[in-house]
């Protein structure tokens, strides 16, 4: 039985009873007509069905339109106010309606009142300024909207296009993509093409780069793109003049503003390297040494799930190794005779010490900017120059703008340079030792003021000697 049924079968009850005990108190006296009686329980009845099915309610009507019906106008009010205030937040400034708006009043039945939802929705529908579909964001950031989801579907889908191959089994994004079903500005962006361009378009970001032999910060930041001040920027404690190998620097990086990360899963060879064994042998000095046998490097199978972003490794986790054929010995000789005192040691010392006036890179002097190829020490004249290592002297004598010039041979490809001297100490095909004294400070050649030229070529290409330094 329904709530409404129920409730009319008890005020019918409570009718009969009324009319009962009206009859109970008349009994014994003249009996009078029990019409009356059942008047007023068909009217309680009546009553109470009708205020249990039907309600006062009001038509709702804006501009000329009949939208449903309200039990009170405060709440097609109120729905217009949360309109408003939604429509607020998704415009980013205050926004009224401009509807008439007029209320009829009705009787109807309660199932018949419109849901505050409906008259929500058409609300927002008449806003221009708002459209309902679907919105992409990366990072909370909105890119553009589409009213078909498969438009930006789609469009991630080219993103990552590129970067996906027959073994990727992950995409994913360096940043927070989603895509949203919701009500947005109308004149949000919905060009598939233009959201493209900003999802690819470049920012600058920062990587890290270890300082190698030769390295110079100047030459650091032209060949990365930046300028001095750029690269001193990103690297505050660094001292500019003063790299050494090992370093690390921070570099500005071009990275796109949403980047595509992929894990492909990778089956490849790798070669096994030969274990070494060394035997002595007299007839070579310390430090050197001969390959006798170079053995046979082994060759594994290796799995391995490689992470790429924007098709840039950054991450090789392998997950298997089978050894395919295992390596054969490598025999190396290695010399015990004892060093004579002039053989390079490997190492640089300072070949004079003094204050620093010009470094290696590009400088401005003689009225233009050029290249200076090594170190400008200033010292008083006369000061000893001493030999930054053993090795063999190649050169002792007037050389152009370096005026007297000394250069020594310390094997593996690497030379020193020592130039403007006022005097040489050693001649062509001499031995000289790490720390000898091999000529006297001056100002001879291109210079304008008393100190050593230093400088260090490797395999003939001049290098920053403050990388080779203590």
Known sequence: MTETAERSRVLRLQGTRVYHRAWSATAGKPKLSPLPFLAISAVVGVAAVVGTVYTPSYVVTVDGTDLGLVRNQAIFTQAMDRVEDRASEILGYEYQMEHTVSYTPALSERSELTPVADFENYLFDQISEITQGYVLTVDGQTVGAATDRAALDTLLEELSAPYVNENTFSVSYTKNVHITKEYFPSDTQQDTAAMMATLTANTNGQTTYEVQKGDTFMALAFDNGMTMSEMEALNPDVDVDRLYIGQILNIKEEIPFLGVQTVDAL??????????????????????????????????????DVTYVNGV??????????????????????????????????????????????????????????????????????????????????????????????????????????????????????????????AKAGSTGRSTGNHCHFEIRVNGTRVNPEAYLP
């Open 267 to 304: 089956t490849y060879t790798e070669e096994i390297e030969c274990p070494v064994r060394e035997v002595e042998d007299d007839s070579m000095y310390q430090g050197e040494s001969k390959v006798l046998d170079a053995g046979v490097p082994g060759e594994a199978l290796v799995t391995a």
């Open 313 to 438: 490794e950054r991450e090789r986790n392998v997950t298997s190794t089978t050894t395919i054929r295992e390596a054969t010995e490598k025999v190396i000789a290695v010399g015990t005779k004892e060093r004579p005192t002039w053989y390079p040691t490997g190492n640089y010392i300072w070949p004079v010490y003094g204050t620093i006036t010009s470094r290696f890179g590009y400088r401005y002097i003689f009225g233009s900017y050029s290249y200076h190829s090594g170190l400008d020490i200033a010292v008083p004249y006369g000061t000893s120059v001493k030999a930054a290592d053993g090795g063999t002297v190649v050169t002792a004598g007037w050389e152009g703008s370096y005026g007297y010039l000394v250069v020594i041979d310390h094997g593996n490809g690497e030379r020193s340079y020592y130039g403007h001297n006022s005097s040489l100490l050693v001649s062509v095909g001499d031995k000289v030792y790490q720390g000898q004294v091999i």
